[in-house]
């Protein structure tokens, strides 16, 4: 590329709580600016109502139809769903969700994972962790990834609902034995049916037993900073997804970046590249 129509290289950063001017105004049309704050602050926050109830429904019965979980009570899982049916980029591609993951995760930023869970009464609770899980402690100031998981189903302590360890955070390490096993101070997040509950790499988090009849279901939906590894790997998926979805769904696979081509970096896109890693 020539010299003169490379964009403008930044050699400042922002601090993790900054949004940075060209996200400020998609913040503020969306309603963002609390979420975010809350996000840096306490290191999870809950977006209601993030699509319309005919979308929550829609998500709910399909993660139940690709679950394997007996209708009604039955138990199960999925995952690689974003290339298993068009609502999970739908989800993925949430304007609300894809604005505070780059303020959480900076421009550019990557598609993780996108998995799902179906949780009957009577499911056992999973152990307290942090989602920084792949890196050694003590954490980075930046956050690595930001996790949202779609509760198409009501959150509450019965129904089986995430918890997290308020002020954990702040302390950028793993919980050790015995905080895994007392989960001090634990409170449970509550929401509606509809909501997101977005959490950073940082609070330590769990969830309640399920003591309700019925289902929790949830689309767990990873981002990352692009210098990440991804959980998935949906390269055998990625033309067929950009071709459906366009520039943001390539940007999420990695295609806008100038690591890792089949023909080796792309250095027409290098200084973009430095440029979101810095945003
Ligand atoms: O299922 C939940 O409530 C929590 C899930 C969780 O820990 C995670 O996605 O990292």
Request: hydrophobic letters at 40%; charged letters at 25%.
């Amino acid at each position: 590329m020539a010299e003169t129509a490379r964009p403008r290289a930044y050699h400042d950063t922002l601090p993790p709580e900054a949004i940075s001017e060209e996200l400020a105004p998609v913040i503020a049309e969306l309603g963002l600016k609390d979420n975010c704050r809350e996000l840096a602050e306490e290191g999870w926050t809950v977006v209601e109502n993030a699509a319309t109830p005919e979308f929550n429904d829609r998500l709910r019965e399909k993660i139940l139809e690709l679950s394997g979980a007996k209708p009604d009570n039955g138990g199960g899982g999925a995952n690689m769903l974003l290339a298993k049916d068009p609502v999970f980029p739908e989800a993925v591609l949430n304007p609300k969700l894809m604005a505070l993951a780059e303020f959480s995760v900076g421009r550019g930023f990557l598609i993780s994972q996108v998995a799902a869970s179906v949780r009957p009464k009577g499911s056992q609770a999973i152990g307290l962790h942090a989602d920084h899980n792949w890196l050694p402690a003590p954490f980075p100031v930046h956050n690595m990834l930001v996790t949202g998981c779609w509760a198409c189903d009501e959150y509450s302590k019965a129904g089986g609902s995430t918890l997290v360890i308020p002020g954990s955070n702040k302390l950028h390490r793993h919980p050790d034995a015995k905080e895994t096993a007392d989960k001090p101070k634990a409170i449970a997040i509550e929401c509606p049916a509809g909501s997101v509950v977005l959490w950073d790499g940082n609070i330590w988090h769990a969830n309640w037993p399920r003591t309700t009849d019925g289902q929790r279901v949830v689309c767990h939906i990873t981002y990352t900073r692009l210098m990440m590894r991804t959980v998935e790997d949906y390269r055998a998926h990625t033309d067929d997804l950009v071709a459906a979805h366009g520039e943001k769904m390539s940007q999420l696979l990695g295609q806008e970046d100038f690591l890792e081509g089949p023909n080796g970096a792309d250095y027409t896109k290098l200084v973009q590249t430095f440029n979101n890693a810095k945003r």
